[in-house]
């Protein structure tokens, strides 16, 4: 039967009666925190006709308010790292920065704080991602494959570093993440500069330029739209064909090469052979003029000395026809390697005359050996025996003797 029916005791479902053993009122749990509350604030607890909340004493109110305030004062002291900044907000609104150190703002709801660090350098990959794990590189085509200005598809991949120059700009103007801003302008500014050169010049020899172009262009978008981002660096990591047309495109750069090389060589050939022929060509020329001083400064020679002579002539016809005889006879006389021996002297002299000694000794001034009977040096013979040693005027003087 029911609990609560005549003849169940007072029995409640736990098996207990409804008198003083049963579980504790809640009423009474009620008034007896109100009771501890109103001790501890110095109000009353007892009840009239109702319930009555603690009433709080002035005494406590001060140190508790106290308390308070300065918990939430306390709350505004923050500290800025070294290489970071704080922007401080009033209300949501800008209100100013500062840099590190230890600083205090409004608390909260009032101020509040943004710290940005602006000396970090990030670094986006555009064209590519790296695995931090397994340090493998994945290529993502919608960013690499770009279309050139000669029409072809070049697979580029690009790394970008930056660091952050202005943080109000960044916190008030740029609302995604940081990364995907730099690198959509990445992306804008590398297909704009790939799309004005060729495949060829992006691939071999412009890709430092095609670096620094992007690093330029990518720098003005960023500050057109005020994102408070600097630049430090592009770099080009790799720039190639497609895989699909990489094996034909590595034949025809290998057939380029072979013709840069092959004008190398022709433009080396060129410059060596080209100076030689002109020194040779030269060297011709001043041999030429050279000659052609000496031949006409022999002639004017010859034309004077034959005027002179005839000069001479004309005064002492005589001495002068002997003179030119004399001159003449040593000029034939001094080449030649015969002896004249005057017989008129009458002496019997045995000469033996060793020629062949004669023309190899003739430079050496080598005497000539007589044998006679007195061994003596005369005559003629005698004369020639120490050619190196007489003057011109005695060979002269001799032979002129020999044609009177």
């Known amino acids: 039967m029911p609990w609560n029916q005549p003849g169940s005791n007072d029995r409640d479902p736990w098996g207990q009666g409804n008198g003083q053993n049963g579980p504790p009122d809640l009423d009474e749990v009620i008034r007896d925190l109100q009771k501890k509350f109103g001790g501890l604030f110095g109000g009353s607890s007892g009840r009239k006709g109702g319930g009555k909340m603690p ?42 920065i500062k840099d590190a150190g230890l600083r205090w703002h409004m608390p909260y709801p009032v101020e509040s704080v943004e710290i940005v660090n602006v000396q970090q350098i990030r670094t986006v990959e555009v064209g590519y991602r790296t695995n931090t794990r397994s340090s493998q590189i994945a290529g993502v085509p919608r960013e690499a494959l770009m279309l050139t200005a000669d029409e072809n598809i070049i697979d580029i991949h690009f790394a970008v570093q930056y660091d952050i120059k202005d943080p109000r700009e960044l916190l008030f103007n740029v609302a ?149 005889y004399i001159d003449a006879l040593e000029e034939v006389y001094g080449n030649s390697t015969k002896l004249v021996i005057d017989q008129s002297s009458g002496s019997n002299n045995v000469m033996y005359l060793p020629l062949d000694q004669l023309i190899r000794q003739r430079s050496s001034s080598a005497p000539i050996t007589q044998f006679d009977g007195t061994s003596g040096d005369t005559g003629f013979g005698g004369a020639f025996a120490d050619t190196n040693s007489n003057t011109r005027q005695e060979r002269s003087s001799r032979l002129r003797s020999l044609t009177q």
């Open 55 to 96: 009433s709080f004493s002035s005494k406590a109110v001060g140190p508790i308010a106290i308390i308070l305030v300065g918990l939430w004062l306390a709350s505004g002291f923050y500290v800025v790292e070294q290489g970071q900044q704080a922007v401080e907000l009033r209300f949501g609104a800008y209100k100013t």
């Open 176 to 324: 995604e993440a940081q990364d995907l801003v730099v690198r959509g302008a990445t992306e804008s500014a590398v297909r704009e500069i790939v799309g004005r050169n060729s495949m060829d010049f992006a691939i071999t020899g412009g890709r430092a330029e095609i670096a620094q172009e992007t690093k330029t262009l990518l720098q003005q978008i960023l500050d057109r739209y005020d994102t408070g981002i600097n630049i430090k660096a592009v770099e080009m990591q790799n720039a190639q064909p497609p895989a699909e047309v990489k094996a034909a495109f590595d034949d025809a750069v290998k057939a380029r090469e072979d013709e840069e090389r092959l004008k190398n060589e022709a433009q080396a050939y060129q410059n060596d052979i080209i100076p030689r022929a002109r020194g040779s060509a030269a060297r011709l020329e001043q041999e030429a003029a050279a000659y052609q001083a000496t031949v006409v400064a022999a002639a004017r020679g010859q034309a004077s000395r034959f005027i002179q002579v005839l000069d001479e002539y004309a005064k002492a016809p005589g001495i002068t026809r002997d003179r030119l």
